[in-house]
């Protein structure tokens, strides 16, 4: 077996793409491994450093992905259609994985990694494991089928898999799948699965954070653009509409937003609060449909009020698994009034079937290989591979 494997880690465009490589990056690490970890998106680098594993910038801090995408007037069109705009979105990420190559090519010839795991989105993961002839692992970061995303990503990145003598993105040579086995396609390709453990940002708690203070208690979260994009009256309507159920409301929330929602509800419990701590204190966790905090909810054995963007396939897709597997009920953007999610709320508390299912889930997820017994499946990868190359 190899000794301290150089391990390249590519983590993606967001916080919970990061959040979602921490455990596996620890459980290398705590095993003696060096691991390194890039993002796609400047502005994340003290994210990564955040969570205890080395950064490394392969971003221009003077560019935004909007920016790259911005250059070629193809990749503005959004379109209308959810399948269209799933694969779009498979060319955006790679075109703005592809930016990065040259800065993580350069990387390697200073540090040369023994394998390279990307993200679902991360493109130039397999591309740079094939330039320098390493193993790639691929991670998934939630339950979502990344098919229309390779599609749209294969046929963006044409001239850089031609450069490698290639026609399609080459297959991983581990696929580390999280998604408990029920949720899983009746028919799939073999996986390394292994059990999602929360990795998010943490903070100096509060008691509120961690315990109860009512029989019920409801988690509402609507995500990071609270004050940006001025969403005060909608979540004071859920809150206000919500406390009337006689349920405690706890509300993750970012601190850019919180002096307002401080003197609009004075009573309500709100701050950055770590999902990983907050959520098993919850009876229902309301929110528009992310990958990770879907995945929280699913560790927590929590029920879910899922409020994804029609637009948006991905978000559809897994909150429809979610509702089939009876942990959870889906309310569209149109629907999602702030009495209405009271009064879904209020269904998912008084049937015990919702948590009964929740609970199913977090049973699997727990069942699932730990990432300390997924690292040796990584060290065997690498082991093999360098005996193959030496034969």
Not at 48 to 70: H, Q, W
Not at 178 to 199: D, E
Not at 213 to 238: C, E, P
Not at 323 to 346: F, N, W, Y
């Amino acid at each position: 077996m190899e000794d301290n494997l150089r391990v390249l880690i590519l983590a993606g465009i967001a916080p919970s793409t990061i959040f979602s490589h921490v455990p596996l990056g620890t459980a290398l690490h705590n095993a003696g491994h060096q691991v390194m970890m890039t993002a796609s998106l400047d502005d994340l680098v003290p994210t990564i450093a955040g969570v205890g594993l080395s950064a490394v910038r392969v971003t221009d801090p003077g560019v935004s992905p909007r920016e790259i995408i911005a250059r070629d007037k193809r990749l503005l069109r959004v379109p209308e259609d959810p399948i269209e705009r799933e694969q779009q979105s498979g060319h955006w990420y790679a075109r703005i994985e592809a930016s990065t190559l040259d800065a993580l090519v350069a990387f390697t010839d200073d540090w040369r990694p023994d394998v390279i795991i990307g993200g679902m989105a991360s493109y130039a993961a397999p591309l740079l494991a094939k330039r320098l002839g390493v193993p790639y692992v691929r991670h998934a970061w939630d339950i979502h089928d990344p098919r229309l995303l390779d599609l749209g990503a294969t046929e963006e990145l044409q001239a850089e898999l031609a450069e490698l003598g290639l026609d399609a993105l080459p297959e991983p040579d581990l696929m580390i799948d999280i998604t408990p086995p029920s949720l899983r396609p009746p028919i799939a390709q073999a996986v390394q699965m292994m059990r999602w453990i929360p990795g998010n940002t943490q903070r100096c708690l509060e008691p509120w954070m961690y315990t109860r203070g009512a029989d019920t208690r409801i988690g509402v979260t609507i995500g990071t653009g609270v004050a940006t994009y001025n969403q005060y009256d909608f979540l004071q309507g859920i809150v206000e509409n919500v406390s009337a159920l006689d349920a405690e409301v706890v509300v993750p929330v970012a601190d850019d937003a919180l002096p307002v929602l401080q003197e609009r509800l004075k009573n309500v419990r709100a701050g950055w609060v770590p999902l990983d701590v907050v959520a098993p204190t919850c009876d229902v966790l309301v929110h528009q449909s992310g990958g990770s905090t879907m995945m929280t909810a699913l560790s927590c054995g929590v029920p879910q009020v899922l409020i994804p963007d029609p637009n948006l396939f991905r978000a559809n897709e897994m909150a429809r698994r979610i509702v089939e597997a009876g942990a959870g009920l889906v309310l569209s953007p149109e629907e999602a009034t702030s009495d209405v999610i009271a009064k879904t709320c209020q269904e998912i508390v008084a049937n015990p079937g919702y948590a009964a299912a929740a609970r199913g889930l977090a049973r699997e997820i727990a069942a699932l290989p730990l990432p300390s017994e997924v690292v040796r499946r990584v060290e065997w990868l690498v082991h093999d591979a360098s005996a193959g190359s030496s034969a």
